[in-house]
């Protein structure tokens, strides 16, 4: 089955302990990206990826890191989360976005993170 | 830098009558608009995209969008709501990044949820 898997989906962790949330998609997509969403504020950008070491920064890239070192991986990293962190990511992924692209993007499940 | 507005937060429709969601963007330059649904505890699914082929725009369950460059807006519509189309809508919008040459820069709007009742 297509699709877009992220683990863990429920995180609660403390202030300052090194997290990562791993995202997986087994569509052969180009591109991937990854969203926090909070109330009122809609999907955010973090940071997106258009192929195997290609990543750019989305709209709200302070405090995240991420790499693509294969094409079916974006891991999503923490390295000192903040409770201002807590929200509900979603991972995303394309075929691709280039000129000439499909431009659709298919969401995986979201992990709900809490940072206490 | 891209930004999306969506008229109200929170619409109620009867089932039946027409769904008229609004999204307006900020951009020097056509960009690429999408519009995305998301039912409850579940992740986003998109509805329709305008990638500068035609202006109006057909999507998913009897919804479409009409690009206007004139008023840089997208907004959604249904003719007929239905109990099932109850769910939250954003609208989002493609940006140019000079960092990786591409349109892989998106902006959302922070959403409307739509209620339909009987």
């Known amino acids: 089955e297509a699709q877009v898997t992220q683990n863990p989906r429920y995180l609660i962790t403390v202030t300052g302990k090194k997290l990562t949330v791993t995202c997986s998609q087994n569509?052969?997509?180009?591109?991937m990206s990854w969203y926090r969403q909070d109330p009122g504020l809609g999907l955010r950008q973090i940071y997106y990826?258009?192929?195997?070491?290609v990543t750019d920064k989305g709209d709200v890239p302070e405090g995240y890191k991420v790499s693509r070192k294969e094409k079916r991986n974006f891991p999503l990293i923490l390295e000192s989360p903040s409770p201002n962190q807590t929200s509900l990511y979603f991972c995303?992924?394309?075929?691709?976005w280039g000129v000439g692209g499909d431009y659709e993007q298919y969401f995986g499940p979201g992990t709900r993170l809490t940072v206490t | 830098a891209q930004s999306v507005t969506q008229l109200g937060s929170h619409v109620s429709v009867s089932e039946g009558a027409l769904v008229l969601l609004r999204c307006n963007y900020s951009?020097?330059?056509?960009?690429?608009l999408f519009w995305y649904v998301q039912y409850p505890n579940q992740g986003l699914q998109l509805l329709l995209k305008?990638?500068?082929?035609?202006?109006l725009v057909k999507g998913i369950n009897g919804f479409e969008a009409e690009f206007k460059k004139s008023e840089t807006s997208f907004h959604l519509t249904k003719p007929s709501a239905h109990m099932s189309d109850a769910a939250e809508y954003f609208c989002?919008?493609?940006?140019?990044?000079?960092?990786?040459?591409?349109?892989?820069?998106?902006?959302f709007g922070a959403g409307t949820q739509v209620v339909v009742t009987p």
């Open positions: 995303a992924s394309s075929l691709s």
């Open positions: 990826s258009m192929n195997v070491e």
């Open positions: 951009s020097s330059v056509p960009p690429y």
């Open positions: 305008y990638t500068s082929a035609a202006t």
């Open positions: 989002a919008v493609s940006s140019f990044s000079l960092t990786t040459d591409s349109w892989g820069k998106l902006q």
């Open positions: 569509m052969n997509h180009e591109y």
